[in-house]
């Protein structure tokens, strides 16, 4: 069982910058695919960017040049840097971890990210 804790949502203005975290238990390091979705409202739970177990990134194509995800396996915890956020960014954030060999998934409760003058 893998429990996932976000923090760092807030409000922020245009061409802001945020970084969220999320905190899992137990270890995570190279054994799971971490990411980050959102959902803004009224729309479907999107890919933000993901993680692989052996360090690989994706991201999607709206925040490619302006997130960068990491991950820091001594503290069990994921990262997102958000810069030049825009109001379309206006969502929950949920931190992902998803475990190939089980094809188990694992969600947090999410935070908050308001993109507002």
């Known amino acids: 069982q893998v429990q996932l804790v976000e923090s760092g949502g807030g409000l922020v203005q245009p061409g802001g910058s945020l970084r969220l975290s999320c905190a899992a238990s137990?270890?995570?390091?190279?054994?799971?695919?971490m990411g980050w979705f959102r959902q803004a409202p009224g729309k479907q739970r999107e890919l933000v960017a993901i993680?692989?177990?052996?360090?690989?990134?994706n991201y999607a194509e709206y925040v490619k040049g302006r997130f960068i995800l990491s991950r820091d396996d001594t503290k069990n915890t994921l990262y997102l840097q958000m810069n030049s956020l825009n109001p379309e960014d206006t969502a929950v954030y949920y931190c992902?971890?998803?475990?190939?060999?089980?094809?188990?998934?694992?969600w947090g409760k999410g935070t908050l990210v308001t993109v507002s003058s």
């Open positions: 137990g270890s995570i390091a190279n054994r799971y695919r």
């Open positions: 993680i692989q177990p052996g360090g690989s990134t």
């Open positions: 992902n971890a998803y475990h190939p060999p089980t094809e188990r998934t694992y």
